[in-house]
């Protein structure tokens, strides 16, 4: 027993030694922009090679993690509207927290991730060519429209729930609860219609 106790132990050792421990490498601050002179951001556009993290807060302030102005990328907050766009190589990441953000458009290649709980009353999230979605909501109305190839994935609950998508869109509502759902089919074949 002492000796099979002892042979545990030295396999042990070799093998956490043979492992590479790695480490997350720090943020280069030179490259995170802040952008705290923005205000009233109620809907959100996105476009190109972009990826989006959205979060509330009670002050609205926008990070972007790239030299985006040396990058031909564009941050431009007017009237409530936030336009993001970026078709460069490297994705463009942004963080918005926001405080009454109510609308989501993404269009091209574009990612839009919550971070953390999205609480709202009423939010609207509309995904075009193919992008993608990961949202983890919890709202009173949320109405989701998923055209060309975007992709949704949503997680959480709402009350009422209005989901339209093309035959070509992909989306995972299986934990996502809803008390009242309504499901819009567009562009679907007339066999996959019959079962609606």
């Given at each position: 027993?002492?000796?099979?106790?002892?042979?545990?132990?030295?396999?042990?050792?070799?093998?956490?030694?043979?492992?590479?421990?790695?480490?997350?490498?720090?943020?280069?601050?030179?490259?995170?922009?802040?952008?705290?002179?923005?205000?009233?951001?109620?809907?959100?556009?996105?476009?190109?090679?972009?990826?989006?993290?959205?979060?509330?807060?009670?002050?609205?302030?926008?990070?972007?993690?790239?030299?985006?102005?040396?990058?031909?990328?564009?941050?431009?907050?007017?009237?409530?509207?936030?336009?993001?766009?970026?078709?460069?190589?490297?994705?463009?990441?942004?963080?918005?927290?926001?405080n009454d953000l109510r609308s989501v458009s993404a269009y091209d290649n574009a990612e839009v991730?919550?971070?953390?709980?999205?609480?709202?009353?009423?939010?609207?999230?509309?995904?075009?060519?193919?992008?993608?979605?990961?949202?983890?909501?919890?709202?009173?109305?949320?109405?989701?429209?998923?055209?060309?190839?975007?992709k949704a994935d949503l997680t959480g609950s709402a009350n009422e729930f209005s989901l339209s998508r093309e035959f070509a869109a992909s989306v995972?509502?299986?934990?996502?609860?809803?008390?009242?759902?309504?499901?819009?089919?567009?562009?679907?074949?007339?066999?996959?219609?019959?079962?609606?």
């Open positions: 027993m002492k000796k099979l106790f002892l042979s545990i132990i030295t396999v042990s050792a070799l093998a956490l030694g043979a492992v590479n421990f790695t480490y997350a490498a720090p943020v280069n601050s030179s490259a995170e922009t802040t952008l705290t002179n923005v205000s009233n951001i109620s809907k959100i556009e996105v476009r190109g090679n972009v990826t989006l993290y959205i979060s509330d807060a009670s002050v609205d302030q926008i990070k972007v993690y790239n030299k985006y102005y040396s990058e031909s990328a564009v941050v431009q907050n007017k009237n409530g509207v936030l336009n993001i766009a970026s078709y460069g190589r490297e994705k463009l990441v942004v963080w918005v927290s926001a991730k919550s971070f953390g709980n999205l609480l709202k009353i009423e939010f609207n999230v509309d995904l075009h060519d193919n992008t993608s979605a990961k949202l983890n909501l919890d709202t009173y109305s949320v109405a989701i429209s998923v055209s060309d190839f975007a995972n509502n299986h934990n996502f609860k809803a008390e009242h759902f309504a499901d819009n089919k567009v562009n679907f074949p007339a066999d996959d219609m019959a079962g609606i």
